[in-house]
């Protein structure tokens, strides 16, 4: 893959990223703007991440007829206009409509990218090209909160989203640099042997750590806002903004995956090491000063995304076929614990508190871990009689 693939990948990228995650910070004055509750703002990303955790399945499927920068475009066209209309929207239920559309588009957005990757590469560079896209969804995910609360704090927050809207415009205009990946060679589709793929061992175990590794990340991260208006009452979406500086660390841990995968002797060392990191950084949440939950970010984000960057660039080195469903999964199963993370914590908060809310994160993290601990390095052989 040329440098002009990459750059354009990575800018599609964070620049998705940048829509899914821009309302975040946002949410407390959402919540004034809409006359709201916080459990009802927190929805506002919950609907996106639901059609995010059903939809690459079949995007995946689709991806074995079609080609990755086909439906790339397409997609795109659809997330640009839905931003155009948030732009314009005075009413909180369109508003939730309007996200939970693009549910639908950003996830046909991120399998095709990570296909066409898979597909585009040489195959001893995808684990390294990997590492870029997720670094890329690292920087997107960051700039998306940071810009979003800067702009709504010096100019009003639907100024984040027209921002945003002519940064796809843009997009679009930056697709039809891409070369085609028609002329390569897809493998031919058998709904039996995916199903086999996706159930086997190292396949299965990597769905569920990662569900469980954005389980915890997506909840702490959607809830953090309103922990940290109760810290500090005075604190402002610009300055929440910046406490998810953290993913700074995770740009630096994706960049660097390969050189830990060779330190540390194999994917599974790296994973299971990025996990531990993650558990160990949840007591710091538990302080009521923002300074040290802003440094704690970085420690967190680091484990969440050396997880990340290690699982999606080996799923995609260990398989050979059917490459749009064995992505599709991991994307939903990526996405459903976002899903249940952005929304099914909230009660424990809302009920119980920060403190029980902290330790249901760690048990889930926990669960991850034992997957984790039981995948098998070893290539899936698909049996020609499925």
């Known amino acids: 893959m040329n440098l002009r693939k990459v750059a354009i990948i990575i800018y599609v990228t964070v620049l998705t990223f940048s829509v899914l995650y821009s309302p975040q910070p946002l949410l407390p004055i ?33 991806l074995e007829s ?31 409509l309007i996200r939970f559309l693009q549910g639908f588009m950003i996830p046909a957005i991120l399998t095709s990218v990570m296909t066409y990757i898979s597909v585009v590469s040489e195959k001893g560079l995808i684990q390294k090209v990997m590492s870029i896209y997720i670094a890329s969804t690292i ?19 639907k100024y984040s989203f027209l921002v945003l809207f002519i940064s796809l415009v843009f997009s679009l205009i930056l697709t039809f640099f891409l070369e085609s990946d028609s002329q390569l060679q897809k493998s031919r589709f058998r709904f039996s042997q995916a199903l086999f793929v996706v159930k086997a061992n190292p396949y299965i175990n990597m769905y569920i750590t990662i569900f469980c590794t954005f389980f915890v990340f997506a909840g702490m991260l959607n809830f953090l806002p309103f922990r940290l208006t109760e810290i500090s009452t005075g604190i402002n979406e610009m300055q929440i903004g910046i406490v998810y500086s953290g993913y700074i660390m995770g740009i630096v841990v994706s960049l660097t995956s390969l ?59 260990i398989s050979k076929e ?27 908060y809302t009920y119980y508190g920060w403190q029980l809310f902290l330790l249901s994160m760690s048990s889930v993290i926990m669960v991850g871990i034992l997957s984790a601990a039981f995948i098998r390095g070893k290539k899936v052989e698909i049996p020609d009689s499925i």
């Open 66 to 96: 079609f080609t990755a920068k086909k439906v790339l475009r397409i997609a795109l066209i659809g997330l640009t206009v839905t931003e155009a209309g948030i732009c314009f929207t005075s009413s909180f239920k369109i508003f939730l």
């Open 139 to 157: 920087l997107g995910g960051f700039l998306g909160r940071f810009v979003s609360g800067s702009i709504s704090h010096y100019f009003g927050w």
């Open 30 to 62: 959402l919540i004034n703007e809409f006359q709201v509750d916080a459990s009802h703002a927190a929805l506002l990303m919950s609907v996106t991440l639901i059609p995010l955790s059903i939809s690459p399945i079949f995007y995946g499927f689709m």
């Open 259 to 317: 050189k830990f995968i060779k330190l540390m002797g194999g994917e599974k060392r790296v994973v299971l090491t990025g996990l531990l990191v993650f558990l160990a950084s949840i007591p710091a949440f538990a302080t009521n000063s923002v300074s040290i939950v802003f440094i704690s970010m970085f420690v967190f984000c680091g484990g969440m995304f050396t997880v990340h960057s290690v699982e999606s660039g080996y799923l995609n080195k």
């Open 322 to 348: 059917n490459k749009g469903v064995v992505n599709g999964v991991y994307v939903s199963a990526y996405y459903t614990g976002g899903v249940l993370g952005t929304y099914l914590p909230g009660f424990i």
